[in-house]
């Protein structure tokens, strides 16, 4: 009696199907690219350039208490007039008072306080004596970004005979805003050119090196499509584009290469057109298609982060990685059977273009693997000497210095700081629920404005300023609220900053006549955001963790290479993080990255972005490697044979496809905005250390001294592999 074949794996059945229906799968996807692309363009305008704090914290709390109870919110713009003349000529007041005037006819703006028609208080007076400061309030509910950019459009230069600097929150985030989208052009403009070149080499033939922008192009309009469909319901950050594009072009670089070299192969070894797309998709599809799912389950972990803009890079990167795989399994095998043997043509290379067994990365890690812990020892050295900076570690985020230092808003922000004694535009908001008395609260801003770093404080009733009471409070009768009342602190130091932070922390601190303290403002919502990041960051460790020892276990069975996979990991985050703080921190390297202010910090939002987005594609290599490794080990070759005759397979396409990627990465360095450089940075040196070093010496070594026990497992887990495990079948 014949045994029985095994059943075809869904793999199988589902290649044949494209190759039967090849056409149908053409022409869905034309269709389907037209309809995305119709519909995902829209996404665009209901992106938004905030989202860097913290929606679960204090200073959220006491926004939402400002906007609700008080009808007022931080300032969005902060104004600095100078006329021809001092600034109390009657010149300048006339012009100065039409100005605030015009300002407050303006849609969504509230409140606007100015030197001129507040009081001619000291403390909007410039030190030069012919400036005067005007803050402007939004109505609450609107959007603070679009007003300032209203605001500065309308405004902002010369305007009846007053020279006029806009900065303060919104109008330094709309140039944030308006600089990102640039950027993203020009980076675009750059990668692709680079990229197809680069293409035409590593494919070697015209026809194939079209073939990732496919996968790219529905990775990319479908993942917009899903984004603006995410915007109904929540805020999405204009800063997921970047990843979006980077990723869908990167992606579909990736799995096109991957499946297309296994193609080739199996052409070169004399299966039909038909067989050799069916092995592709059972073998490299299926490497693709759990890659995918790692990708997007390691991107989604950034969903923990309370700040929406870390929040929108998980919807962008489950959205691209997701469509990237869609796109992979169904155009490239229905192209792949159309073309047949014509994949090749117009080819660029001379010789055969099918991958060879024997090569440059077989002798490589059968070199390395003859004395492997000389090799082994001294990777793991290199990649902690490049750690070695992160020692010294300092976190900031984003404020005006993250943009061009001739940038009008950054201009601004610079021209107020240096005539004005306090940071009027970002003010302490403390808010005390059920306060004692006013007298009480007259005594409690006494003592608040001795702390060092306060410039003044206004309760309902006074101004006070080192001790002194200045006189009423000219704006505080709508400073009681039921049980609420508000207190206002004006400091000189910067709020985006650690000193910022501290001070915020030492009002929180500080004894009040109230039942309780809550403290916002700028500086504090700084502070939140900074612990809301450290403070999640073990969840999304712990995520990640678990998915990459889960899938790779299930992948495997083995106990050995999923530990092994998650400590290089973390070895190459590591050496990125040191040579980031080395680069961006000590302001190094400037003729690769560009001009930039250096602040002494590393963006935390964008180190919790490298880290995510450098882990992901460390493990889509890692799957790439050890799918061919797994397949050599279980037909019955060595670990060193197995090892070797995989990183043959997959090198060139690691290699390939991660300089190709960190190119694409890498054209964020020609963006204006700081935070954008150092994502690019970061990325692109974490893919290419992981590509080069970490696979082509740390896993073929690492694999040689462990031998066969990479593939061990106790019995009990071996069980459960068998039940559970993704396997052929």
Same mark, same amino acid.
């Given at each position: 009696?014949?045994?029985?074949?095994?059943?075809?794996?869904?793999? $199988?059945?589902?290649?044949?199907?494209?190759?039967?229906?090849?056409?149908?799968?053409?022409? %869905?996807?034309?269709?389907?690219?037209?309809?995305?692309?119709?519909?995902?363009?829209?996404?665009?305008?209901?992106?938004?350039?905030?989202?860097?704090?913290?929606?679960?914290?204090?200073?959220?709390?006491?926004?939402?208490?400002?906007?609700?109870?008080?009808?007022?919110?931080?300032?969005?713009?902060?104004?600095?007039?100078?006329?021809?003349?001092? #600034?109390?000529?009657? $010149?300048?007041?006339?012009?100065?008072?039409?100005?605030?005037?015009?300002? +407050?006819?303006?849609?969504?703006?509230?409140?606007?306080?100015?030197?001129?028609?507040?009081?001619?208080?000291?403390?909007?007076?410039?030190?030069?004596?012919?400036?005067?400061?005007?803050?402007?309030?939004?109505?609450?509910?609107?959007?603070?970004?679009?007003?300032?950019?209203?605001?500065?459009?309308?405004?902002?230069?010369?305007?009846?005979?007053?020279?006029?600097?806009?900065?303060?929150?919104?109008?330094?985030?709309?140039?944030?805003?308006?600089?990102?989208?640039?950027?993203?052009?020009?980076?675009?403009?750059?990668?692709?050119?680079?990229?197809?070149?680069?293409?035409?080499?590593?494919?070697?033939?015209?026809?194939?090196?079209?073939?990732?922008?496919?996968?790219?192009?529905?990775?990319?309009?479908?993942?917009?499509?899903?984004?603006?469909?995410?915007?109904?319901?929540?805020?999405?950050?204009?800063?997921?584009?970047?990843?979006?594009?980077?990723?869908?072009?990167?992606?579909?670089?990736? =799995?096109?290469?991957?499946?297309?070299?296994?193609?080739?192969?199996?052409?070169?070894?004399?299966?039909?057109?038909?067989?050799?797309?069916?092995?592709?998709?059972?073998?490299?599809?299926?490497?693709?298609?759990?890659?995918?799912?790692?990708?997007?389950?390691?991107?989604?972990?950034?969903?923990?982060?309370?700040? =929406?803009?870390?929040?929108?890079?998980?919807?962008?990167?489950?959205?691209?990685?997701?469509?990237?795989?869609?796109?992979?399994?169904?155009?490239?095998?229905?192209?792949?059977?159309?073309?047949?043997?014509?994949?090749?043509?117009?080819?660029?290379?001379? %010789?055969?273009?099918?991958?060879?067994?024997?090569?440059?990365?077989?002798?490589?890690?059968?070199?390395?693997?003859?004395?492997?812990?000389? =090799?082994?020892?001294?990777?793991?050295?290199?990649?902690?000497?490049?750690? =070695?900076?992160?020692?010294?570690?300092?976190?900031?985020?984003?404020?005006?210095?993250?943009?061009?230092? $001739?940038?009008?808003?950054?201009?601004?922000?610079?021209?107020?700081?240096?005539?004005?004694?306090?940071?009027?535009?970002?003010?302490?908001?403390?808010?005390?629920?059920?306060?004692?008395?006013?007298?009480?609260?007259? %005594?409690?801003?006494?003592?608040?404005?001795?702390?060092?770093?306060?410039?003044?404080?206004?309760?309902?009733?006074?101004?006070?300023?080192?001790?002194?009471?200045?006189?009423?409070?000219?704006?505080?009768?709508?400073?009681?609220?039921?049980?609420?009342?508000?207190?206002?602190?004006?400091?000189?130091?910067?709020?985006?900053?650690?000193?910022?932070?501290?001070?915020?922390?030492?009002?929180?601190?500080?004894? +009040?006549?109230?039942?309780?303290?809550?403290?916002?403002?700028?500086?504090?919502?700084?502070?939140?955001?900074?612990?809301? #990041?450290?403070?999640?960051?073990?969840?999304? !460790?712990?995520?990640?963790?678990?998915?990459?020892?889960? #899938?790779?276990?299930?992948?495997?069975?083995?106990?050995?290479?999923?530990?092994?996979?998650?400590?290089?990991?973390?070895?190459?985050?590591?050496?990125?993080?040191?040579?980031?703080?080395?680069?961006? &921190?000590?302001?190094?390297?400037?003729?690769?990255?560009?001009?930039?202010?250096?602040?002494?910090?590393?963006?935390?939002?964008?180190?919790?972005?490298? !880290?995510?987005?450098?882990?992901?594609?460390?493990?889509?290599?890692?799957?790439?490697?050890?799918?061919?490794?797994?397949?050599?080990?279980?037909?019955?070759?060595?670990?060193?044979?197995?090892?070797?005759?995989?990183? &043959?397979?997959?090198?060139?396409?690691?290699? !390939?496809? +991660?300089?190709?990627?960190? #190119?694409?990465?890498? +054209?964020?360095?020609?963006?204006?905005?700081?935070?954008?450089?150092?994502?690019?940075?970061?990325?692109?040196?974490?893919?290419?250390?992981?590509?080069?070093?970490?696979?082509?010496?740390?896993?073929?070594?690492?694999?040689?001294?462990?031998? $066969?026990?990479?593939?061990?497992?106790?019995?009990?887990?071996?069980?459960?592999?068998?039940?559970?495990?993704?396997?052929?079948?």
């Amino acid at each position: 009696m014949s045994q029985e074949s095994p059943a075809p794996s869904i793999f $199988e059945r589902y290649a044949r199907l494209v190759v039967r229906r090849r056409k149908a799968f053409l022409i %869905g996807y034309v269709v389907a690219v037209i309809a995305l692309g119709a519909v995902g363009v829209q996404v665009l305008p209901a992106l938004k350039a905030e989202g860097f704090n913290n929606g679960n914290s204090q200073s959220a709390e006491v926004a939402q208490l400002l906007q609700k109870d008080f009808k007022t919110s931080q300032p969005l713009a902060v104004m600095g007039a100078t006329g021809k003349g001092k #600034i109390d000529s009657d $010149e300048t007041t006339k012009a100065a008072k039409q100005l605030v005037k015009e300002i +407050a006819a303006q849609p969504g703006v509230g409140d606007v306080m100015s030197y001129w028609t507040s009081g001619k208080p000291d403390e909007l007076k410039g030190r030069d004596g012919r400036t005067g400061e005007i803050l402007v309030y939004g109505k609450p509910g609107v959007d603070s970004i679009a007003i300032a950019k209203e605001l500065t459009t309308r405004f902002d230069g010369s305007h009846n005979g007053l020279e006029i600097h806009i900065a303060g929150f919104g109008a330094v985030f709309n140039a944030v805003d308006g600089r990102v989208r640039e950027d993203l052009a020009k980076a675009e403009m750059i990668a692709i050119p680079i990229t197809l070149l680069l293409l035409l080499f590593v494919f070697g033939s015209l026809v194939a090196a079209g073939l990732p922008f496919l996968v790219a192009l529905i990775g990319i309009l479908g993942s917009f499509t899903l984004l603006l469909v995410v915007t109904q319901v929540t805020d999405v950050s204009v800063f997921a584009l970047n990843l979006v594009t980077a990723l869908g072009l990167g992606l579909g670089i990736d =799995y096109a290469l991957l499946m297309i070299n296994r193609f080739r192969e199996e052409l070169h070894r004399g299966a039909t057109t038909e067989d050799a797309v069916v092995t592709t998709v059972r073998t490299a599809g299926k490497t693709v298609f759990i890659s995918g799912i790692t990708v997007a389950f390691t991107l989604a972990s950034l969903v923990v982060f309370p700040q =929406y803009f870390l929040k929108s890079f998980a919807y962008a990167g489950v959205a691209v990685s997701l469509m990237a795989v869609l796109g992979a399994l169904t155009i490239i095998p229905a192209m792949l059977a159309i073309l047949g043997p014509n994949v090749n043509r117009l080819k660029l290379l001379r %010789g055969d273009l099918s991958p060879r067994d024997d090569g440059i990365w077989s002798r490589l890690a059968r070199t390395t693997m003859r004395r492997p812990l000389p =090799y082994l020892l001294g990777g793991v050295v290199i990649m902690l000497v490049l750690a =070695y900076p992160a020692m010294s570690l300092v976190v900031g985020q984003i404020d005006d210095r993250a943009l061009p230092v $001739e940038d009008r808003a950054a201009v601004s922000s610079r021209y107020l700081d240096e005539r004005f004694p306090g940071f009027d535009g970002a003010p302490y908001e403390i808010l005390l629920r059920n306060p004692e008395s006013t007298a009480a609260l007259t %005594g409690y801003a006494r003592d608040l404005s001795k702390l060092p770093g306060v410039t003044r404080v206004s309760t309902p009733d006074t101004i006070v300023a080192k001790g002194d009471v200045l006189g009423p409070n000219p704006a505080g009768k709508s400073w009681f609220k039921d049980h609420l009342a508000r207190v206002v602190v004006i400091g000189d130091v910067p709020p985006r900053d650690d000193r910022g932070v501290a001070l915020a922390d030492s009002l929180r601190n500080y004894p +009040a006549p109230a039942t309780q303290v809550l403290v916002g403002g700028i500086a504090a919502e700084y502070g939140d955001s900074n612990n809301g #990041i450290v403070g999640n960051t073990w969840i999304v !460790a712990l995520w990640i963790g678990l998915t990459t020892l889960l #899938i790779i276990f299930l992948y495997t069975g083995s106990v050995l290479l999923p530990i092994k996979a998650l400590l290089l990991n973390i070895l190459s985050l590591a050496a990125t993080l040191g040579v980031l703080v080395w680069v961006f &921190q000590y302001g190094r390297l400037q003729w690769l990255t560009g001009d930039y202010v250096v602040t002494g910090t590393v963006d935390l939002s964008s180190l919790a972005l490298v !880290a995510v987005i450098a882990f992901a594609l460390s493990m889509d290599y890692e799957l790439f490697l050890l799918s061919r490794i797994k397949e050599e080990h279980e037909a019955g070759h060595n670990t060193v044979d197995s090892v070797a005759f995989g990183l &043959q397979r997959t090198g060139r396409i690691i290699t !390939a496809a +991660a300089l190709l990627i960190a #190119i694409v990465f890498a +054209a964020f360095l020609s963006s204006g905005v700081t935070n954008i450089k150092q994502l690019g940075f970061g990325a692109a040196f974490a893919i290419l250390i992981d590509a080069t070093l970490v696979r082509s010496i740390l896993v073929p070594t690492f694999m040689r001294v462990a031998g $066969e026990a990479n593939w061990w497992a106790p019995a009990w887990l071996r069980r459960i592999h068998d039940r559970i495990g993704i396997s052929e079948e």
